[in-house]
């Protein structure tokens, strides 16, 4: 029996990554030659190095799921992605057999060396944070629907937004400062963050991590988040200006001896009366603590209770229109 997962919606796409350690994505389409040519390959693969939650083996019909392909950028077939933790962490594009292999076996090494003797649980089970939950809440940081994030005003060169999610601890509190495992602004210091859930939540507090380091000079260096206004169940992602406008569920101001020396992190409490049955949360960070022009997070965990799966209700919608894909050798 094939142990390779087929994934059927964005949603059930979300689920695999949260799951599972690493995961191994073959983007592929029927009419696609070298696809079908590599099929059997990437299916001994799968036979071979599967592991419950650890190491998982997916397809995605391109035809089929344009919202995920268009999410990822694919424009070529087949390319393969790997995964750690959620994150993008190697992209191969046409179907060469000797680069996936060697992709492929020296994760599962890694995942072998580092998961042996955790159980082999799901990624939630390990994420990283600065302070333990409060009592009687849980991390519940693994109900973000990561295709479904929106963010505005982000830096490109910067890391992407599903980063700020990852369950691993971050690089620059780890000696790796130099991955872009961080968001960051681009023209100021504002950020819109629209953020939606598989369940709703109900939402204790956030737990916010932002370690500015570096640019050639004090002016170059980002900014930790200052004023927040939180939003509750929007259907899409906030303009600045309808932010400014919209009242919000709540608006927190971080104070500099908020922020934990060691880790970089800020705990924002929450009015746990006004966070039930949340299917969705915008971020607007309004300012930062200071007067520099780019604000940084590393990390974003939340807390609090987990209700049932969502019904569709608050949906981002994303229109695909004709695009054009080609198949590569």
């Known amino acids: 029996m094939s142990k390779t997962v087929n994934i059927t919606s964005p949603h059930h796409f979300t689920e695999v990554l949260q799951r599972s350690r690493i995961v191994v994505t073959d983007f592929w389409a029927d009419w696609c030659g070298p696809c079908k040519a590599i099929a059997p390959i990437y299916e001994q693969l799968s036979q071979q190095l599967s592991r419950q939650d650890v190491v998982t083996f997916t397809k995605v019909d391109t035809d089929a799921q344009k919202e995920i392909a268009q999410t990822y950028n694919i424009s070529a077939m087949p390319t393969f992605l790997i995964f750690k ?45 600065a ?26 060169e910067k890391g992407d937004k599903r980063c700020v999610f990852e369950g691993g601890k971050p690089s620059a509190l780890s000696g790796g400062g130099t991955q872009k495992d961080y968001i960051e602004s681009d023209t100021d210091e504002q950020l819109m963050l629209y953020i939606p859930f598989q369940s709703t939540l109900k939402l204790h507090s956030l ?26 169940n929007k259907s899409n992602v906030l303009g600045f200006d309808e932010a400014e406008d ?27 009366v006004k966070f039930q049955n949340i299917a969705s949360l915008v971020i607007f960070v309004a300012d930062g603590d200071g007067d520099r022009e780019k604000t940084r997070i590393d990390r974003i965990r939340l807390f609090g209770e987990t209700g049932e799966s969502r019904s569709g209700k608050i949906e981002k919608t994303t229109y695909v229109g004709g695009s054009r894909w080609v198949c590569h050798k």
Not at 208 to 230: C, F, V, Y
């Open 246 to 272: 919209t009242p919000a569920t709540q608006k927190v101001e971080i104070k500099p001896s908020e922020w934990d020396a060691k880790t970089g992190t800020a705990k924002v409490e929450l009015r746990f």
């Open 207 to 232: 737990q916010i991590t932002s370690i500015p380091s570096g640019g050639e000079g004090e002016d170059e260096t980002p900014m930790r988040p200052k004023s927040l206004h939180l939003f509750t």
């Open 131 to 156: 302070f333990a939950a409060p009592r009687g809440m849980a991390d519940v940081t693994s109900s973000v629907d990561l295709l479904g994030l929106d963010f505005l005003n982000l830096d490109g």
């Open 85 to 129: 933790s959620g994150r993008e962490t190697k992209r191969i594009k046409g179907a060469d057999p000797k680069a996936l292999d060697a992709a492929v076996k020296q994760l599962a090494q890694e995942a072998a060396k580092a998961g042996e003797g955790s159980s082999g649980g799901s990624s939630s089970g390990s994420q990283w944070a």
